[in-house]
């Protein structure tokens, strides 16, 4: 971690936080964020020296607002909620997205609305900095009172307690934070309710599947426009006339880069003429039109969630300009949970579609390629298979993708009776992405298998490069074989974004910056 951002309080572009969700920085916080954070934890001094009853600073939580805690007891209450509420369940949340959950969450706490301690988000930073990365229990969070249980978890890190990985490997965060030097934080009043109120994990998660959607969309744009090829597709449903007249803007993106992608394709210049094929199946013919809505819903997500990436979300806020702590519930992760569901959608669509190409490419009487894209058919079973994986993965997500925001469940005896389940919206995208992600694999190497049948002649130059990338990793399906690891690395290349990344200059001014 060599290089450093510097976080500027409600200052996230998508651009910041893709980096941070790709590889590890060094994270400072600007000089300039202290003056709030330090007003805003006065603030809750004088409140303390006050000794009127003001929620989470000197009174129990939830249900139990109504019970008065001596000010002798504020520190152990803190603490006595960082442990009792670090209930989480599951596998543990990866890296990539706990680095966005504790970059969002310095970021909430020191716009300073917060009552916590410069000292405190210090520490974090410096955790962070040394590579200690908090267990954190992916299963556990309704969504609203913050990502209570998985921020608990979190907050456990900084306070020594529990376990932590560093390097990759478990450790106890005593251990941890001592070889690093770093002395773990005594929770004073408020701060542990500031950590752990908020929609941090959520949105980590839902940005999670937001820039795995993204590189999604990408290879099967790419994939798609060599199945066109492959099947000996028209290119004129691309024409820019027709998503004109429409005027969705994603469309309008899409047909665009479907029809440089194929410029120049000798294939297609073999079949402009004598073709009797009038129209294409809609998988190869509406693609712009389905891609197209997938990116707007893409963009209108990314949206929702850069907002909440520079949002105050814990509960209650500390207003210093009136000397006020004001209880609300900003932590109800609802605009998240909603912008999750939609990206549900545009994940499974792009694998939907791209099961479809699939299926036509294997039909012979459909694509006038050889029957399951093999040579000597019948002995040898070619992608037959392969193409059950792409639609066993394809209904899997169909399920998936119902909406999460539609339930809910009472917590805390009826007195948080309405949550939002973004925490499963967002988990669930990574699973499903990966889904989306073998179905295109799959297509990918169906299609190259199609373009190759057509030797000697050559798809276009921008498709070459890509079909070439593909056979350095994968050879030619000449005959049945082991064919997991085939379909493995083709998925490595969407995933990795290593697909788009031969045809970045398509790509690059698609999404909110």
């Not at 030797?455 to 994968?474: A, G, Y």
């Amino acid at each position: 971690m060599s290089t450093t951002f510097t976080i500027q309080p409600g200052q996230f572009k998508l651009a910041d936080l893709r980096a941070i969700w790709q590889k590890p920085f060094k994270l400072a916080l600007a000089e300039s964020a202290y003056a709030a954070i330090n007003e805003s934890s006065a603030t809750i001094d004088r409140i303390v020296a006050k000794g009127d009853a003001a929620y989470g600073i000197n009174t129990g939580f939830g249900k139990l607002a109504k019970t008065r805690i001596p000010d002798e007891d504020l520190e152990l209450l803190q603490k006595n909620l960082i442990l009792s509420h670090s209930v989480g369940s599951g596998e543990l949340i990866a890296d990539e997205v706990v680095r966005l959950i504790i970059a969002m969450k310095i970021a909430s706490l020191a716009r300073g609305f917060s009552g916590i301690r410069a000292s405190v988000i210090d520490t974090m930073i410096a955790a962070y900095n040394a590579g200690i990365m908090p267990a954190i229990p992916v299963k556990g969070s309704v969504g609203a009172s913050g990502d209570l249980a998985p921020l608990s978890h979190m907050t456990l890190a900084i306070m020594g307690e529990g376990q932590v990985r560093v390097d990759g490997k478990m450790v106890d965060a005593k251990e941890a934070l001592a070889k690093a030097g770093i002395t773990p934080v005594v929770l004073a009043a408020k701060e542990g309710l500031a950590l752990i109120n908020g929609t941090q994990v959520s949105t980590a998660l839902a940005l999670n599947g937001l820039f795995l959607a993204e590189r999604l969309l990408e290879a099967a744009t790419i994939t798609g426009a060599l199945s066109v090829d492959a099947a000996k597709g028209s290119d004129a449903p691309f024409d820019p006339r027709i998503h004109a007249v429409r005027g969705q803007p994603g469309q309008i993106a899409t047909a665009n880069i479907y029809r440089t992608l194929l410029n120049g394709s000798e294939i297609r210049q073999s079949h402009l003429v004598n073709d009797e094929r009038v129209q294409d199946p809609y998988c190869l013919r509406c693609q712009p039109q389905v891609m197209g809505a997938c990116l707007d819903i893409i963009n209108n997500a990314a949206r929702t969630l850069l907002t909440e990436a520079n949002a105050v979300t814990d509960n209650p806020l500390v207003f210093v300009d009136t000397n006020e702590v004001i209880s609300g519930g900003n932590f109800h992760a609802e605009p998240v949970a909603f912008a999750a569901d939609t990206l549900a959608l545009a994940i499974a669509e792009i694998g939907s579609i791209s099961e479809r190409r699939i299926a036509l490419l294997i039909d012979a009487s459909i694509s006038g390629l050889p029957p399951f894209l093999v040579p000597s058919s019948g002995l040898n079973s070619g992608f037959m298979i392969a193409h059950v994986t792409a639609a066993a993965l394809a209904s899997e997500n169909k399920s998936h993708a119902h909406p999460a925001s539609v339930d809910t469940i009472p917590t805390s005896a009826n007195q948080e009776d309405h949550v939002s389940m973004a925490t499963y919206a967002g988990r669930r995208l990574h699973e499903m992405a990966h889904n989306t992600a073998t179905i295109v694999g799959i297509e990918l190497l169906a299609a190259a298998q199609g373009v190759d049948f057509h030797q000697p002649l050559k798809t276009s130059d921008k498709l070459t490069v890509v079909h070439q990338l593909l056979r350095s990793k994968v050879a030619f399906y000449d005959k049945d074989r082991f064919f997991a690891p085939d379909i493995e690395a083709a998925k490595s290349l969407v995933v990795e974004g290593a697909l788009s990344a031969q045809c970045a200059d398509l790509y690059s001014h698609l999404y909110l910056a």
